[in-house]
C-alpha cells in the first residue's frame, strides 16, 4: 500500500522489459489510490508508456488524457510538465501524431510553473514543448541563457545540445539532429531523471539516425538496447532497419 514502492517496483519491471507485468501492477493497484496522491498521474504515465510500447496508442491517450495531463493530475508540476512533454513527443515520434491542443496544455501550464530556465531536467522538456509548438525564440532564449550559465555540463552543454537537436527533428533536419545529439547522448543522464524518463531522448537520437539513413549506427543502438531488455518495438524496428 505504498506508492514510491509501488513505483519503483513499476520502473524494475519497465528496465526489465517486463511492460505486461508493470501493466497488470498498475491497473490492480492504481484504483484504490487516491487521485490527489503526488505519484498517481505518474503511474497512470507508465501505463501509457506500456499501452505505447504494445502499439496501442488509442489506449495510451486515454490513460493520458484521463490521469495524467495537466488539469486532472495533481502530481508535482515537475512530473506534469515531464510526464505530458514526453508523452506527446512519443506519441509524435513513434507516427501516431499528439493533437496540438495537448501541446498548447502542457506549453502553457509549463509557462506558469517554470518561468525562468535553470533546471536541467525540466529544460530538457521545456525545450521539447518548445520545439513541437514552433517556439523557436523562447528555444532560443532557453538555450542561449543556458550556455551562458557557469553551474555545470548538464545546463551549458547537453541542455542546449538536446534543445538544438529537438528543434532540428520539428523541421525534419534529421542528419542535423544526429550530428548534435550524437555527442553528448553518453552525458544525457546528467539530467537527472530516471531510465524510463530519458529515454525519449535516446528515442528521438534513434529515429533521426533510422531517419537520416545511418541504418548501421540504427541497428547498432538497437542491438545494444535489446541485449539490456526485451522491446517489441525496437525489435520491428530492428527488422525495418
Request: charged share 20%.
Amino acid at each position: 500500500a505504498n506508492a514510491n514502492a509501488v513505483h519503483a517496483l513499476a520502473h524494475a519491471m519497465f528496465e526489465g522489459g517486463d511492460g505486461e507485468a508493470v501493466q497488470a501492477l498498475i491497473d490492480g493497484w492504481l484504483p484504490s489510490y487516491d487521485r490527489a496522491g503526488v505519484l498517481h498521474g505518474h503511474l497512470a504515465w507508465h501505463a501509457a508508456l506500456v499501452a505505447l510500447e504494445q502499439g496501442d496508442a488509442a489506449a495510451a491517450l486515454r490513460i493520458y488524457e484521463d490521469q495524467v495531463r495537466p488539469g486532472v493530475s495533481q502530481g508535482l508540476p515537475i512530473n506534469v510538465v515531464s510526464d505530458a512533454a514526453s508523452f506527446l513527443w512519443r506519441l509524435d515520434l513513434y507516427g501516431h501524431g499528439a493533437p496540438p491542443a495537448g501541446w498548447e496544455q502542457v506549453a502553457g501550464y509549463a509557462r506558469q510553473a517554470f518561468p525562468k530556465p535553470g533546471h536541467a531536467f525540466v529544460d530538457a522538456h521545456l525545450a521539447l514543448i518548445e520545439a513541437a509548438t514552433a517556439g523557436r525564440e523562447a528555444l532560443d532564449r532557453r538555450i542561449a541563457t543556458l550556455e551562458a550559465d557557469p553551474r555545470g555540463v548538464a545546463l551549458a552543454e547537453v541542455v542546449p545540445a538536446i534543445g538544438r537537436a529537438a528543434q532540428a527533428f520539428a523541421d525534419a533536419d534529421y542528419a542535423a539532429c544526429v550530428r548534435t545529439l550524437e555527442p553528448v547522448a553518453g552525458a544525457v543522464v546528467r539530467i537527472g531523471g530516471s531510465g524510463a524518463q530519458r529515454q525519449v531522448i535516446e528515442d528521438t537520437l534513434l529515429v533521426a539516425l533510422m531517419r537520416a539513413g545511418a541504418a548501421d549506427k540504427a541497428q547498432a543502438l538497437l542491438e545494444r538496447r535489446l541485449h539490456r531488455r526485451p522491446s517489441s518495438r525496437d525489435a520491428a524496428w530492428l527488422a525495418g532497419v
